[in-house]
């Protein structure tokens, strides 16, 4: 199964700017699907957070911003804040597995 | 606004058939422009995707290979629900099972989310 990879966890000050990454392939993000991100709080379900690259619900901040480049894509929280402890994720579409749904393997954001 | 209300048992035999319904309110599971989905969370495989229902003029599902076998989903118009079964189930499918709706479109994105529903694969 094909895979997105993210960093297991990244960590910074209140205010600081943080960036999680998530890496693909060929067949997933370099294939030019929309990426998006969850974001996910202990015990809930995933919220969107940022769809189609770089689009956010209403109601979701505008210091989170979503990237891609080639094979992969990233998300920059900028001002973090300590609400931002959460789980993130990213997920794309899979041309290579009969048309999967793929998450990233998730990220834990600590606020410190 | 759309809400997702899961129902099922949290605790399935090994071999038997794992079954959860999801309750749609604020939309419609004849929806032409939303998929209707069943998504999965374990420490062991993280958030993994196991297929969709939609309607386009008839019913559709897509399943991901790595299920296709085990998974079917199903809707139910009468009640405005769906339906995950997933059969022959092992300890390994041991999960937070959650239902999601997507807007039609191969890279559609999962924007609203029942609460989630913990199965224990144990006899």
């Known amino acids: 199964q094909s895979v997105l990879t993210q960093p297991p966890s990244v960590s910074g000050a209140p205010g600081q700017r943080v960036t999680i990454s998530c890496t693909g392939g060929?067949?997933?993000?370099?294939?030019?699907?929309?990426v998006h991100w969850y974001q996910q709080l202990p015990g809930t379900a995933p919220k969107i957070l940022i769809y189609?690259?770089?689009n956010r619900p209403s109601g979701v901040p505008d210091r989170f911003s979503g990237s891609t480049s080639g094979t992969s894509a990233s998300l920059v929280i900028t001002g973090l804040q300590a609400e931002d402890e959460a789980d993130y994720y990213c997920?794309?579409?899979?041309?290579?597995?009969?048309?999967?749904?793929?998450f990233g393997t998730g990220t834990k954001v600590t606020v410190l | 606004q759309v809400q997702l209300q899961q129902s099922g048992p949290g605790l399935v035999k090994p071999s038997q058939t794992l079954s959860l319904t999801c309750a749609i309110s604020?939309?419609?599971?004849?929806?032409?422009?939303?998929?209707w989905n069943w998504i999965r969370q374990s420490p062991s495989r993280g958030l993994e995707w196991l297929g969709r229902?939609?309607?386009?003029?008839?019913?559709?599902?897509d399943l991901p290979i790595y299920v296709k076998g085990r998974v079917t989903i199903s809707p139910d118009t009468s009640k405005n629900q769906f339906s995950l079964h997933l059969n022959s189930v092992t300890p390994e499918d041991t999960a937070v099972y959650y239902c999601?709706?997507?807007?039609?479109?191969?890279?559609?994105?999962?924007?609203?989310w029942g609460q989630g529903t913990l199965v224990t694969v144990s006899s």
């Open positions: 999601a709706r997507s807007i039609m479109g191969a890279a559609g994105y999962f924007d609203y």
């Open positions: 604020g939309d419609s599971v004849s929806s032409n422009t939303a998929a």
């Open positions: 229902t939609y309607y386009k003029s008839k019913w559709y599902d």
């Open positions: 060929s067949s997933n993000i370099g294939a030019g699907y929309d």
């Open positions: 189609g690259h770089n």
């Open positions: 997920q794309a579409y899979d041309n290579n597995l009969s048309g999967s749904r793929l």
